[in-house]
């Protein structure tokens, strides 16, 4: 992470990862301060015991635990009993906001400097559902993110909304707002006669306002892709309203449910990965992050993954829940390709969780 930026893909990579990551900072004696958002743990928490552990060790722990997690809010609220007892500063959320975001941050001191190394993801820090849920996760010392993601758990502490994000999208401050003029300069691009495209994927499309900024962009001639796996409030294929728009839905052995979202930007794309649906939870009473990938080989990993979806012509539904039967098929089976396609391109060592038996 000192070097370069890294992702691991779930389930098809091992969230030991991240175990390793919190268990050497918790032990690592350079390290003075960690912060986490906990939304969904394991009932044996790796994560939270070291956690504890870092505590401690006379850590500054920063806890964020989301009481209203539905199903979890048991294994929540004792873990947070535990990492209090341990000495973490423990918040219980922000009054009027479910925490959703799916962040850590580390300070480490070396030569002298702080130094900061967060971990983003759209899925939570669980090693069971990590199994079987479909995330992505970015590891990265890029201080154009770590002081963003400081400025998330500054504003967990002081609760002002007065916080500045020049790289990441937090809701609801600043994400509705951002992703809106994305599409708005797709829609200007092309009213101008150039290429404009967008692929979103999300668990949910059922956001009144952004579902008709995704028409006016249809109207508009730009061109969108959607992988949204549940609820889908638009209606593709409308003559002058959404003939521009396609909505897929991809069900297989492991749930989809990381958030992807790319704009063509007149060729110089733009690409995000989420812990947020366009949903008018999500955007307005959660605290959610979206995250770009600037280093061009991960960008290029996530695209690669999507294109493969797009694909998929196996487990693909349309909106009405038929499945979708190509005249030509290809025999793409999305998650089948994406296992294989990370099984390639990783480094020696890298574990795998698909077992094609």
């Not at 790319?262 to 955007?283: C, V």
Request: charged share 25%; hydrophobic share 40%.
């Amino acid at each position: 992470m000192q070097q370069q930026d890294y992702m691991v893909h779930y389930p098809y990579q091992s969230f030991d990862y991240v175990l390793r990551l919190f268990d050497e900072a918790a032990r690592d004696p350079k390290v003075t301060a960690i912060s986490a958002t906990l939304y969904r743990v394991a009932g044996k928490s790796k994560i939270a015991k070291a956690l504890a552990r870092a505590a401690k060790n006379g850590k500054l722990v920063t806890v964020v635990v989301e009481l209203r997690a539905r199903f979890d809010e048991e294994s929540n609220i004792y873990w947070a009993g535990k990492l209090q007892k341990a000495g973490a500063n423990v918040i219980f959320g922000v009054p009027g906001l479910k925490v959703h975001s799916k962040l850590g941050l580390i300070t480490r001191n070396e030569k002298g400097k702080l130094v900061n190394y967060a971990y983003l993801s759209t899925g939570n820090y669980n090693e069971d559902t990590s199994k079987i849920y479909a995330d992505h996760a970015l590891f990265t010392s890029d201080k154009r993110l770590t002081k963003d993601v400081e400025q998330v758990f500054n504003f967990f502490i002081d609760r002002q909304p007065d916080k500045e994000f020049n790289h990441l999208l937090m809701a609801p401050l600043n994400m509705r707002q951002n992703f809106t003029k994305m599409v708005d300069r797709e829609i200007k691009n092309a009213k101008k006669g150039l290429p404009a495209s967008m692929i979103l994927k999300m668990n949910a499309l059922q956001d009144e306002r952004m579902i008709r900024k995704l028409y006016a962009a249809s109207q508009a001639g730009v061109k969108i892709q959607l992988l949204v796996r549940g609820i889908c409030c638009l209606m593709p294929g409308i003559e002058g309203l959404s003939e521009n728009i396609q909505v897929r839905s991809i069900v297989d052995r492991y749930l989809e449910h990381a958030r992807v979202y790319i704009f063509h930007n007149n060729g110089n794309e733009q690409l995000y990965i989420a812990s947020a649906d366009w949903m008018t939870r999500n955007l307005n009473r959660r605290v959610e992050v979206a995250f770009p990938i600037y280093q061009p080989d991960l960008a290029a990993q996530i695209r690669h993954t999507i294109d493969l979806q797009l694909a998929d012509d196996m487990k693909t539904r349309s909106v009405d829940n038929s499945y979708i039967k190509p005249p030509a098929p290809s025999n793409v089976r999305a998650q089948y390709a994406i296992y294989n396609y990370l099984r390639e391109m990783v480094p020696a060592g890298t574990e795998a969780a698909y077992d094609e038996n």
